[in-house]
């Protein structure tokens, strides 16, 4: 596709439960981001990937969180035993290149954890 | 750490007016700036961006100004049209660091 997808579009899960979600990025782009939003808030950084370069892993929030790419292509983030407080927007996005391009965002998984 | 702030929550403008959302920044090291808009349900959307060598960069009826002196950076949108209504996030970021830190936004309502 042309932009970034992302899925889930939404999820429900139930407290303690494991979630994984996908993002496909645009094809040619070697950065990739994760961000989480809160409703109502602005974007959190959690995690991104550049080509073969060890991950900046620096903004996931407990060791809960973790991500991984395959290649230059789709990147999964999983979160365990998941929390109330995870609920939110997780969003992905990819650039050309890190070095300050753009970046272009998917429209988000937004999770919701009972 | 640093953030990424802005000053105005909300703000409502005529349509056809021209509207001025601002932004203050604290990191003096960020050399990367960048303007979103968000509809509801989607993803951010990438407006403009401006690196810091620059003080103004223009696009289709859209304006970044970035005033370093004072960390201030603005998003100008003329000739507001419905469409504009969203929520506009100011981010930034520098070179070898490129995680964008992104404000709170404001919530830009046109009013027909």
């Known amino acids: 596709g042309a932009g970034v997808s992302q899925s889930p579009s939404n999820k429900v899960t139930e407290k303690g439960k494991d979630v994984e979600l996908r993002c496909d990025p645009i094809?040619?782009?070697?950065?990739l981001y994760w961000y989480r939003q809160r409703l109502g808030q602005g974007l959190e950084f959690l995690i991104y990937f550049q080509g073969n370069s060890a991950p900046d892993k620096s903004g996931l929030p407990s060791d809960r969180f973790s991500a991984e790419r395959t290649g230059e292509s789709v990147s999964t983030l999983t979160i365990q035993r998941t929390q109330q407080e995870d609920s939110a927007v997780y969003l992905c996005?990819?650039?050309?290149?890190?070095?300050?391009?753009?970046?272009?965002f998917g429209d988000g998984t937004r999770l919701s954890i009972l | 750490g640093e953030s990424v702030g802005l000053h105005l929550p909300t703000l409502s403008v005529q349509e056809g007016d021209n509207s001025i959302i601002n932004c203050a920044y604290s990191n003096s090291a960020s050399d990367y700036f960048i303007w979103y808009k968000q509809e509801s349900g989607k993803g951010p959307q990438f407006i403009i961006d401006?690196?810091?060598?620059?003080d103004k960069r223009q696009g289709q009826r859209v304006t970044v100004l970035l005033n370093k002196t004072v960390k201030h950076l603005s998003l100008q949108i003329a000739a507001t049209q419905p469409g504009d209504s969203a929520v506009y996030f100011c981010a930034d970021s520098n070179f070898g660091n490129e995680k964008l830190t992104f404000g709170t936004g404001t919530r830009l309502t046109i009013i027909p």
């Open positions: 401006i690196r810091s060598n620059m």
């Open positions: 094809s040619g782009h070697t950065a």
């Open positions: 996005a990819s650039s050309q290149m890190t070095g300050n391009q753009p970046q272009h």
